[in-house]
């Protein structure tokens, strides 16, 4: 039912009222999206979780916390109330920080009619290890849904530079509703049916931009980092593929677009805890001065336990994890790169590749 309504407003938005968009969680990436979003005419709505927050930022029009060196539309708007937040839209894109995303969901849940609901949360379930994704289907199993994701830094986004992303769902409706929403001049919607690829993209790019901010930290050159990136690309779509995604999703936007983009900008978050872990901080150290979630510690300590499970080599992966939690000098990152053993430079080329030992 949501699907034909959405259809509908697609098929002729000249005719349609403008698309009621929800953006839950007030981060960086949540306020750029909604911005886009209020920016294209949508009647854009943040739940931010203090409302006193919210309140200030209705009156500045700045987040003052994450964004404070731009202004957000003038039509965007700003609730601390969940029910007000979510009740009678048409859209509700969630940017909750991975470890609080079912809680959330599970919140809104009494007010869910026909909405659509799409994650922005590029990280993993602490424990269970759900993608975003899953936890939509098991909180809310009636919604159609989708996952957003690609090389989207906040700042850019705010500053209007061109981007592009993917929007990923098996309904053709929400991947059109998506577009509508959030598509312009300077923002390009891309469409995939292979959620779990792109989703995994997401999630696991972020181990390896902590990676290259050490590397930064090293002053390593860019041999180094050209391998570092594409050996990355390797580990990646070799777990998502043994997680069944598509190879061939990692070859867009969601895989090495997002690598890239990640492990190339100091705006992104986990860049700069690899650069702090590289300056010789600790991680408590180096979360606490960054002052926002980096999915990627969590992702590491996950992906590794889910790898030595399956059987997946990963050699890069269990080196980070062998730095962070288990007081390896950084340097062995660069090392895991230069084990010996003969495998294929591009994945999948050599099906019948010996199997490498896990821990480099």
Do not use: W
Request: contains cysteine.
């Amino acid at each position: 039912m949501t699907d034909i309504a959405i259809d509908k407003k697609s098929q002729d938005p000249a005719k349609s009222a403008p698309m009621r968009v929800t953006v839950l969680g007030g981060g960086s990436f949540g306020t750029a999206i909604a911005n886009l979003a209020s920016r294209n005419g949508c009647d854009t709505r943040m739940f931010i979780r203090d409302a006193e927050v919210a309140k200030e930022m209705q009156e500045t029009r700045r987040n003052q916390r994450y964004l404070p060196d731009f202004v957000m539309d003038e039509n965007l708007s700003f609730t601390g109330d969940l029910e007000f937040a979510v009740r009678d839209r048409d859209l509700i894109l969630v940017a909750i920080p991975s470890s609080n995303f079912r809680a959330v969901l599970r919140q809104v849940a009494p007010f869910i009619t026909g909405q659509v609901v799409v994650s922005l949360t590029k990280g993993i379930e602490p424990d269970s290890f759900a993608l975003m994704s899953d936890i939509i289907r098991e909180e809310l199993p009636q919604v159609a849904y989708g996952v957003l994701s690609g090389p989207n830094l906040a700042k850019e986004l705010m500053a209007g530079l061109p981007a592009g992303t993917v929007i990923a769902s098996p309904s053709e409706a929400v991947r059109t509703a998506v577009h509508q929403a959030l598509a312009s001049a300077l923002f390009r919607v891309f469409a995939n049916t292979d959620v779990q690829g792109v989703e995994l993209g997401g999630a696991l790019k972020n181990i390896y931009a902590v990676a290259m901010g050490m590397g930064a930290a090293y002053h390593l050159g860019e041999n180094t980092r050209a391998m570092l990136l594409t050996r990355a690309l390797a580990e990646m779509s070799r777990f998502a593929v043994k997680l069944g995604a598509n190879p061939l999703t990692f070859l867009g936007l969601s895989g090495v677009g997002d690598l890239i983009a990640t492990c190339s900008s100091p705006l992104s978050r986990n860049y700069q805890i690899g650069f702090a872990l590289g300056n010789g901080k600790t991680l408590e150290e180096a979360v606490k001065e960054l002052g926002q979630t980096a999915e990627g510690i969590n992702t590491i300590r996950q992906v590794r336990a889910q790898a030595l499970a399956l059987d997946v080599y990963m050699p890069l992966t269990c080196a980070l994890y062998d730095v962070i939690y288990e007081g390896m000098p950084p340097l062995g990152i660069a090392l895991s790169l230069m084990q010996t053993g003969h495998r294929s430079d591009v994945e999948f080329v050599l099906p019948h590749a010996e199997p490498q030992p896990q821990n480099p």
